[in-house]
């Protein structure tokens, strides 16, 4: 039976420092089709498993995923408070003194 770890609320200082790196910024563009393994991530931008989640934990540890382990495998997907806060925006995350626009980033 698939377990689900969820991770602290959404903090907009936590957050800047966690997207704070291209490879990160790249993870959330993403999750934001979706839930994903790591096995798929990893595909995806052609980076090892280790740097993967490496990433992974920083922003699982800032409140921007969750991880969902079924068996061996573990799913992320974007937090709630994130989901709703990229939804409201159009995919743009607004921090105030700056702003994240997760559909205008480059490859």
């Known amino acids: 039976m698939p377990t689900r770890t969820v991770t602290r609320p959404f903090d907009c200082l936590t957050a800047m420092r966690a997207l704070g790196e291209p490879t990160r ?62 939804a409201r925006n159009a995919n743009t995350l607004d921090l105030g003194c700056c702003q994240f626009h997760f559909d205008k980033l480059p490859e």
């Open 25 to 86: 910024l790249r993870l959330i563009r993403l999750l934001i089709g979706g839930a994903k393994p790591v096995t798929d991530l990893c595909e995806s931008l052609q980076v090892t498993p280790y740097n993967v989640s490496k990433h992974l934990r920083v922003l699982k540890e800032a409140g921007l995923l969750e991880v969902e382990k079924n068996g061996q495998q573990r799913i992320y997907s974007l937090a709630a408070a994130f989901s709703e806060k990229l």
